[in-house]
């Protein structure tokens, strides 16, 4: 089993649409939690980032935690084709180690007009 | 300001030179990582450096010398590398305070002929 999972790709939505992308953990002492952000040839951009359950809203972006199921989320409200890119999530552990992220493989996302 | 800056954007190398890739920050951020990341491939961690000093290696060959001069400076030497060595090396920074979220550069893309 892989430290952090992400749902299979590509991802395709029409544009306007809810895209839903979403990540889990095995390590039930990780900490804190986030979205990057990869455009192709680009390096990863922070999006997001959550540290305890519930819901984190900046925009059109919602990130969710649920520590007890080991599930993070991404939902992105009205997509635009400037959202196509690859979405990475990480994992910081916990106390050992606890500088280190654990990326998942990332979900790529197209966004069509 | 969040801006991590690296150097050069591009570096082509023979198998028997020596360079090095450069990285700086100043957001007084006290851990500082190097990647390596391949096309379609999440950044893999080389090493991690917290208050200037290696605190994670990941078994990576000798051929990359990760050195922290300072607080804001990363520098990764290289020598003898192979031609799968060729990726996008990327610059990290990040703070405890910001649990750990991570600031990447803009990368260094590497070709080894």
């Known amino acids: 089993q892989k430290e952090v999972e992400q749902n299979s790709g590509p991802l395709s939505v029409p544009e306007g649409a809810i895209a839903s992308l979403n990540c889990t953990y095995s390590?039930?002492?990780?900490?804190?939690f986030f979205w990057y952000r990869q455009y192709s040839g680009k390096s990863p951009e922070l999006i997001m980032s959550?540290?305890?359950?519930g819901d984190k809203e900046d925009g059109r972006f919602t990130a969710q935690l649920n520590k007890a199921s080991q599930y993070v989320s991404l939902l992105i409200r009205d997509s635009q084709p400037s959202d196509s890119a690859t979405y990475l999530c990480a994992v910081n552990g916990g106390n050992t180690n606890a500088g280190k992220s654990t990326f998942g493989d990332g979900t790529t996302l197209t966004v069509k007009p | 300001d969040t801006e991590v800056t690296q150097t050069p954007k591009h570096l082509v190398m023979g198998m028997t030179n020596k360079k090095s890739l450069k990285c700086e920050q100043h957001?007084?951020?006290?851990?500082m990582y190097w990647y390596k990341q391949k096309a379609k491939k999440p950044p893999e961690l080389m090493f991690v450096?917290?208050?200037?000093?290696?605190?994670i290696n990941e078994s990576v060959p000798s051929r990359f010398s990760p050195e922290c001069p300072n607080s804001s400076l990363l520098n990764l030497h290289l020598h003898a590398l192979q031609p799968e060595d060729s990726a996008l090396y990327l610059c990290?920074?990040?703070?405890?305070?910001?649990?750990?979220?991570?600031?990447f550069g803009p990368g260094t893309r590497l070709t080894v002929t």
């Open positions: 450096y917290s208050y200037e000093k290696l605190s």
């Open positions: 990290a920074s990040s703070h405890r305070d910001r649990g750990y979220e991570q600031y």
């Open positions: 957001m007084g951020h006290r851990a």
């Open positions: 390590d039930r002492g990780s900490q804190s």
């Open positions: 959550i540290y305890s359950n």
